[in-house]
């Protein structure tokens, strides 16, 4: 029944369909192999060619049970393992659990009507399920909401990003030189710290933040709202951007803050730099998943963010740049090949 670990899909090998009664299942454990159950799925794991990190010993502790809780982060030794540790898994699958044979991709798709408005109805799921559902990517432009005007204002073109905030930064790159006294030749370097700071904080909200993990049915509706939504639905262009209304909260609070700190010469250049950041990041990601404009994102840019929406969500947090995906350790590995070869 061992495959070797060979990454083969459910249809193209027959004997994967099989059924099997939780007493085969326990007879085979019994017998030494390291066989698991999961949602439904029987896995028969490789254990000389598979690197667990949490130890052999834990698989052995669990042969022949169901790690469902486990996997997905209950228990005393559980946590949610990615998607990349999913595909792997998945690798190993021989059959169904009887009374499971209906596939997970299809329970999941009972749940969420995706011609209807989806808000109302993600915070009904499990979190589990939830977390499931987006990490299997739909195509199309859904509705989230059932208000009418409430949807329309999260749908924002790419080219309002340049037209209404490179002149706002440019303003305030004045103000700090013409009003706050800065020197002109100093400008430059307020530009580039300005970007350099925003790309850190692209990299930290993109990695802590819009990456929570949630909980509770609110915990879903922010999660979805905020950064859900995309990864179930990554080619939905009209939200590749964020709403100029958001946008111009985060630019206040930011203005705010830095003129508390510094004197206007520098708070006013670092944020119209800042603000330059945030525009080459919103065109940026708009022409990652456009296809229209891969010219100005590079093939290393381009592995780095689809490998994140496609095979593992732990690593490639940098948009606009993989700098800070090399320096925190999140830098994934075909993207870094590419890099090298560069």
């Known amino acids: 029944m061992g495959r070797g670990g060979q990454a083969t899909t459910v249809a193209e090998t027959p004997e994967k369909q099989r059924v099997y009664t939780a007493e085969e299942v326990a007879a085979l454990a019994a017998r ?7 949602q439904g799925g029987v896995y028969d794991v490789n254990l000389e060619e598979l690197m667990h990190p949490g130890g052999r010993e834990l698989l052995e502790e669990h042969r022949g049970q169901d790690i469902s809780e486990v996997f997905l982060g209950g228990g005393s030794v559980g946590h949610a393992h990615s998607r990349g540790a999913r595909a792997l898994l998945e690798g190993y699958c021989v059959g169904r659990l009887a009374g499971h044979e209906q596939q997970l991709a299809d329970r999941l798709a009972s749940l969420v009507d995706e011609s209807a408005p989806l808000v109302p109805q993600v915070v009904k799921l499990s979190p589990e399920d939830y977390m499931q559902w987006i990490a299997a990517p739909s195509t199309g432009h859904p509705t989230m909401f059932s208000n009418s005007w409430v949807e329309r204002m999260t749908c924002t073109q790419w080219y309002w990003v340049p037209l209404l905030w490179l002149p706002t930064a440019a303003a305030l790159m004045w103000r700090g030189v013409a009003v706050g006294g800065l020197p002109l030749a100093m400008l430059p370097l307020a530009a580039v710290v300005g970007v350099l700071v925003w790309q850190v904080l692209e990299y930290s909200i993109h990695r802590f933040l819009f990456h929570f993990d949630p909980k509770t049915p609110k915990g879903i509706e922010l999660h979805f709202m905020v950064h859900g939504h995309h990864h179930k639905y990554p080619m939905d262009f009209d939200r590749l951007v964020f709403p100029p209304a ?4 985060v630019i206040a609070l930011f203005h705010a803050l830095l003129h508390q700190l510094l004197p206007l010469s520098w708070a006013s250049s670092l944020l119209g730099g800042g603000v330059v950041g945030y525009v080459l990041y919103d065109t940026t990601h708009w022409a990652l998943h456009s ?11 381009k592995t780095s963010h689809m490998d994140h929406h496609y095979v593992d969500e732990t690593v490639g947090y940098g948009i606009s740049s993989t700098l800070y995906d090399l320096v925190f350790g999140t830098m994934n590995l075909k993207a870094a090949l590419l890099k090298k070869g560069a």
Do not use: E, M, S
């Open 291 to 301: 296809g229209r404009a891969d010219w100005l994102v590079g093939p290393v840019l």
């Open 246 to 249: 958001i946008a111009a909260v």
């Open 32 to 38: 030494g192999q390291h066989v698991y159950t999961f």
